[in-house]
């Protein structure tokens, strides 16, 4: 009795560390792309391009969803902790319900840019908008299956106060999604309001060149008129 609590007790700790090791691994990936995207703006002229929308609004949406979710997942690994079954099972199905909400809010996200024809001139702007996006997504509905499979354990009275590594693995894996979240939501709408400031301080003074350019034509044109009478 006493070596297999002892080997329940270690399952935890060995799968935390090899949860760990994964997420350091994603982490990798998600910041390689965040790096791509700062690179492929530092190079542009203007932000968003002209002729692309700005980023839609019900990403706002989303992130609220997904914030929201991570705080249901955390209320369910505390009711794990402390032993609250019916607490857990709710938690747990609420987590999940959040989850395929935030995959449904980008959806309608990606279908508003669709319908605004981002896709139809191939640029930068809407590739690294749908890739980031793109690779967060597939990542929450992967994490959408051990999320149903551990809300199935809860129900089914298969945790405990003891031994719950289900709700801490899952745990781990949404609030990294989070996080990675909202530094790639930070990174898009920051870099667009800057691009868009700047694309309008360079908008107004090519105007301001080009009334400059169209004066001093005139005033050119006017003079050799003058002295063509006066020869």
């Not at 279908?111 to 597939?138: K, Q, R, S, V």
């Not at 499979?149 to 745990?171: F, K, L, M, N, W």
Request: charged share 10%; net charge positive.
């Amino acid at each position: 009795m006493q070596s297999n609590d002892s080997a329940r007790t270690a399952a935890p700790a060995t799968g935390k560390l090899g949860m760990g090791i994964f997420l350091a691994a994603l982490g990798m990936l998600f910041a390689a792309s965040m790096v791509a995207y700062l690179i492929v703006r530092a190079r542009a002229q203007a932000w968003p391009p002209p002729g692309m929308p700005r980023l839609p609004a019900g990403l706002w949406v989303s992130t609220i969803i997904l914030l929201i979710s991570s705080a249901t997942m955390h209320w369910a690994l505390t009711s794990a902790r402390r032993d609250r079954h019916a607490t857990l099972c709710g938690a747990m199905l609420i987590t999940t319900l959040l989850g395929v909400l935030f995959l449904v809010s980008q959806t309608v996200n990606w279908i508003y840019l669709l319908a605004l024809h981002m896709t139809d001139t191939p640029n930068l702007y809407a590739f690294t908008f749908y890739t980031l996006t793109g690779l967060h997504a597939l990542h929450v509905l992967g994490g959408l299956v051990p999320l149903g499979v551990v809300t199935a354990r809860a129900y089914a009275g298969r945790y405990s106060s003891e031994y719950h590594p289900g709700v801490i693995y899952c745990s781990m894996y949404w609030h990294f999604l989070d996080l990675v979240w909202l530094v790639m939501f930070a990174l898009m709408f920051l870099f667009a309001q800057l691009g868009g400031s700047v694309s309008q301080r360079e908008g107004v003074a090519s105007q301001h060149t080009a009334r400059a350019v169209r004066r001093a034509t005139a005033t050119r044109a006017r003079g050799a008129t003058l002295k063509a009478h006066t020869e």
